[in-house]
RNA sequence: GCCCCGUUGGUGCAGCGGCCUAGCACGCCAGCCUUUCAAGCUGGAGAUCACGGGUUCGAAUCCCGUACGGGGUACCA
């Protein structure tokens, strides 16, 4: 394979079905395009393929573009923002008879034909096939019908099809950019429909007659596309025209090896958007997916993937998606994110109805949310709002739910504790500076005097301000608890610890 | 059934005939750091490169076959 700058201008597009959400595999063709085309300083363009009007789905053409505009891929040609071979949609294209006119010109030149075939013949022919193990496919009935015969049936309220001619005998061979060349038997393939009966083009007429008239360079689009694609070479031929240069992108599979569905949990683009991964992240790991920089770099920004992106570094084997990876490719992000930012984020997230609990007035604090944000940065993954409750819940709530045996750390009893808890508490009025440094100072011959291990006084403490054993660092959250509050719950342990020692605890 | 594509540790990739005693990353395990959890650092386990034949002085890399996986086989895209 060449370079690619040598090609002229690359103009390659993302042509989504709206016939459901946007999946990511479809993301990441679309992505590989997009990048392919700023590499080269040439054009993406969008078009939008909706010419199964059965399977269409409301709204899921305004999803695709919003996922599109989330993961920053903006098109210079498309919905929204025109271009020159306007309208990018193929119904209203239909409408202005692009299709009919090119069915018509290949009917013309005999590489094409009308068929009047009920789709129960279809049915019946396909069934004996079947059952006498042939390969399945139109049987050419109408392929040699008379003009007149056919005008006849039409009039008599038939409806109609167009059917390519497909070639009896020869090979039809293409050459993928990363496949090399394929060859394929055509007296395999039969008579597809080129036009159906409600006046609609197939995907197989509509998109090469949209990729000649729009220029279109390169086609990058996922494997499952390979077996048609001898079928378009042979309709370029029927039109005399020049095919792009095909590239197939290996698939997306699932964990179990088949290819990525529903099935496999979430695997809509815009949901991972509403699970809390970030549009970088979602970038990142969609690029890495069957391409490589051919270097061992892996965290990259937008910039430096297209930089690197070459289609020599492209992988046909499929390649299946990690969730487990992307977790921690989101982290990596999250990390990098300015405290600021991160707060920003994080509200809205923590004032929704399923973040923190209702008890807790909103709106939040923007200050002191973000005074918190540095104690979770690096423990956080994805932005999800139960996990972030749980995180940060005590930091708002007046009163913590705690539970007395928590408190009580290895090799200490009740009595023990409680002691070493008024001890801390005093400690804590009486510090001088309220700042992290100091108190871990404080508090660390505070540990001597008592003769306590960091572990157990620090132990008893994280449990006492926070009701969780499992927190940021003690002396981080007492500054951002306060000192009022943090004595408060300091006492109110050591209280429930020395009042309540032979009292059943309360079970939270 | 038929046609097509693919096959490197659990996962994502590197490797393009000798530099491979197969590299990187995620995950896993251990240690360090340490007040817990993370993060970070260091180390470790884990692949006879699906299998069998060739070609070659030499193959993960080229060819053929088999197995397995996937895709297609529509008036779906």
């Not at 815009?270 to 770099?297: C, I, Q, Y």
């Not at 940065?377 to 994805?382: A, D, G, M, Q, S």
Request: hydrophobic fraction near 40%; charge should be negative; proline fraction near 6%.
């Amino acid at each position: 394979m060449s370079d690619t700058s040598t090609l002229g201008p690359v103009r390659v597009r993302y042509a989504p079905s709206p016939t459901g959400d946007p999946h990511v595999g479809n993301l990441r063709t679309a992505l590989l395009n997009w990048v392919f085309a700023r590499h080269a300083g040439g054009q993406f363009i969008v078009r939008i393929e909706d010419t199964d009007r059965e399977r269409m789905v409301d709204g899921a053409e305004d999803r695709i573009l919003e996922a599109l505009k989330w993961l920053g891929l903006d098109w210079d040609e498309g919905p929204g923002v025109g271009g020159p071979y306007a309208p990018y949609v193929q119904s209203e294209r239909k409408a202005l008879g692009v299709y009919a006119e090119a069915a018509r010109q290949l009917i013309d030149n005999g590489h094409a034909y009308e068929c009047t075939c009920t789709p129960e013949r279809l049915d019946q022919v396909r069934q004996q096939q079947r059952a006498k193990k042939k390969p399945t496919g139109y049987d050419g009935y109408c392929r040699n019908k008379s003009a007149d015969e056919l005008a006849a049936e039409k009039a008599g309220g038939l409806a109609s099809v167009v059917r390519f001619k497909v070639p009896l005998e020869g090979e039809v061979v293409f050459n993928d950019v990363l496949r090399g060349p394929l060859t394929f038997d055509p007296s395999l393939l039969q008579d597809f429909v080129i036009l159906k009966s409600d006046g609609y083009p197939t995907y197989h007429l509509a998109h090469i007659v949209d990729d000649h008239e729009m220029g279109i360079t390169h086609v990058l689009r996922s494997e499952e596309w390979i077996s048609s694609t001898p079928r378009h070479m042979m309709m370029y031929e029927g039109f005399g025209w020049e095919p792009p240069a095909f590239v197939h992108l290996s698939i997306l599979l699932g964990p179990d090896r088949s290819k990525l569905s529903k099935r496999h949990g979430d695997t809509a683009l815009l949901e991972f958007r509403d699970k809390g991964f970030l549009p970088g992240t979602m970038f990142n790991f969609l690029s890495l997916l069957g391409w490589s920089a051919g270097d061992d770099e892996e965290v990259m920004t937008r910039e430096q993937i297209v930089e690197k992106f070459s289609l020599d570094g492209l992988n046909s084997a499929p390649s299946i998606f990690d969730i487990t990876k992307l977790e921690w490719m989101n982290g990596v992000y999250l990390r990098q994110l300015p405290v600021e930012t991160l707060a920003e984020m994080l509200i809205p997230e923590l004032e929704a109805r399923d973040g923190l609990p209702e008890s807790i007035a909103r709106p939040l604090d923007r200050d002191y949310v973000t005074s918190l944000v540095p104690l979770v940065h690096e423990r956080l993954k994805v932005v999800d709002r139960a996990e972030l409750s749980e995180m940060l819940s005590y930091f708002f709530q007046d009163e913590i739910d705690l539970d007395p045996a928590e408190v009580v750390q290895k090799g200490m009893d009740e009595a023990v504790t409680a002691s070493a808890l008024e001890s801390a508490a005093l400690a804590l009025e009486s510090a001088e500076s309220f700042e992290a440094e100091p108190l871990e100072e404080q508090f660390r011959a505070l540990c001597v005097e008592l003769d306590l291990k960091p572990r157990q006084l620090f132990g008893a403490l994280r449990v006492s301000l926070t009701a969780r054993k499992v927190a940021p660092p003690l002396f981080d959250t007492m500054v951002a608890l306060g000192r009022g509050r943090s004595v408060d719950r300091v006492r109110r342990a050591a209280a429930l610890l020395s009042g309540a020692g032979t009292r059943e605890r309360t079970v939270s």
